[in-house]
């Protein structure tokens, strides 16, 4: 049975780092795009980056840049964002996506991701 869980959420203070981690039963994940979405409370979801498949290309949204970094374990059909110098705003839900596609579209393009995790609690706070 193919199920995406994300692990590594957590209370960090304005500043700090997180490593989340995206991992997958019944499917390779590098041979796909890979996506990390957020949702902050009263907001839409967005999508933070992604990764195309083996690692081919990666992208950000603007707010993210500079500090987060996607990357992939292929030994460990991982993927990770590491988040250093969290800020209060990146506080949010956050949802790892598989879409059934070496490359990926565009972070705007939710509807192409076929399979998305449970999410994993950020909470950035002093």
């Known amino acids: 049975q193919l199920q995406v869980v994300e692990s590594g959420g957590g209370l960090v203070q304005p500043g700090g780092s997180l490593r989340l981690s995206c991992a997958a039963s019944g499917l390779i994940l590098k041979n796909y795009c890979i996506g990390w979405f957020r949702q902050a409370p009263g907001k839409e979801r967005e999508g933070v980056s992604y990764?195309?498949?083996?690692?081919?290309?990666?992208n950000y949204a603007d707010s993210v840049k500079g500090r987060f970094t996607i990357s992939r374990d292929n030994a460990k059909n991982t993927v990770y964002l590491q988040m250093n110098s969290l800020k209060p705003e990146d506080t949010a839900v956050y949802y790892c996506?598989?879409?059934?596609?070496?490359?990926?579209?565009?972070?705007?393009?939710?509807?192409?991701?076929?399979?998305w995790g449970q999410g994993t609690q950020v909470t950035v706070s002093s």
């Open positions: 990764i195309e498949g083996s690692g081919a290309g990666t």
């Open positions: 996506a598989v879409s059934i596609s070496y490359y990926c579209s565009s972070l705007d393009a939710l509807f192409e991701y076929n399979y």
